[in-house]
């Protein structure tokens, strides 16, 4: 989708993995830190990559019954692709949140939740996409728990 010759997955293993082998455009390996369990999982392209997985943090289905139905293929094909929305990710964690929104799935790792939660709204809010009673109130039990940094001056 960004016309850079490498299809979405592999920029987004580029993206996400440390110590990465590429060749031409194909990630060959490297290593995530998984930000939904907090665990590094090693990834080698071949039996087992299934362990790294590319999740839609909005999922296509939960964003589809929230108002991209009504979008052309063109819109539908930007969100599919939106590097804002995908994310690399541990694949038995990926599946257990199917086209689950935060009402009904969040991260295991408790750290990760105000990040999700975040990327979850701006997401949404960038394609007008509508949340549930449930998921609003989810949404907002992460976000008044987020921990905010401040600077201090030298």
């Given at each position: 989708?960004?016309?850079?010759?490498?299809?979405?997955?592999?920029?987004?293993?580029?993206?996400?993995?440390?110590?990465?082998?590429?060749?031409?455009?194909?990630?060959?390996?490297g290593t995530l830190d998984d930000p939904y369990?907090?665990?590094?999982?090693?990834f080698a392209r071949g039996p087992g990559s299934?362990?790294?997985?590319?999740?839609?943090?909005?999922?296509?289905?939960?964003?589809?019954?929230?108002?991209?139905?009504?979008?052309?293929?063109?819109?539908?094909?930007?969100?599919?692709?939106?590097?804002?929305?995908?994310?690399?990710v541990d694949g038995p964690a990926n599946q257990?949140?199917?086209?689950?929104?935060?009402?009904?799935?969040?991260?295991?790792?408790?750290?990760?939740?105000?990040?999700?939660?975040?990327?979850?709204?701006?997401?949404?809010?960038?394609?007008?996409?509508?949340?549930?009673?449930?998921?609003?109130?989810?949404?907002?039990?992460?976000?008044?728990?987020?921990?905010?940094?401040?600077?201090?001056?030298?």
């Amino acid at each position: 989708m960004d016309r850079n010759g490498c299809d979405t997955r592999n920029d987004i293993l580029r993206r996400d993995l440390v110590a990465t082998v590429v060749e031409d455009c194909v990630v060959l390996s490297g290593t995530l830190d998984d930000p939904y369990t907090g665990v590094p999982i090693p990834f080698a392209r071949g039996p087992g990559s299934a362990e790294v997985q590319v999740d839609h943090v909005v999922a296509l289905s939960d964003a589809w019954q929230k108002g991209a139905q009504a979008w052309t293929a063109n819109q539908r094909a930007a969100f599919a692709n939106d590097p804002a929305n995908l994310l690399a990710v541990d694949g038995p964690a990926n599946q257990e949140k199917g086209a689950g929104d935060a009402a009904t799935w969040l991260p295991p790792q408790r750290g990760y939740r105000c990040v999700y939660a975040l990327r979850q709204v701006r997401v949404k809010a960038a394609y007008g996409l509508w949340v549930t009673t449930a998921e609003r109130d989810a949404l907002n039990r992460e976000l008044n728990g987020c921990v905010v940094a401040t600077v201090r001056p030298p």
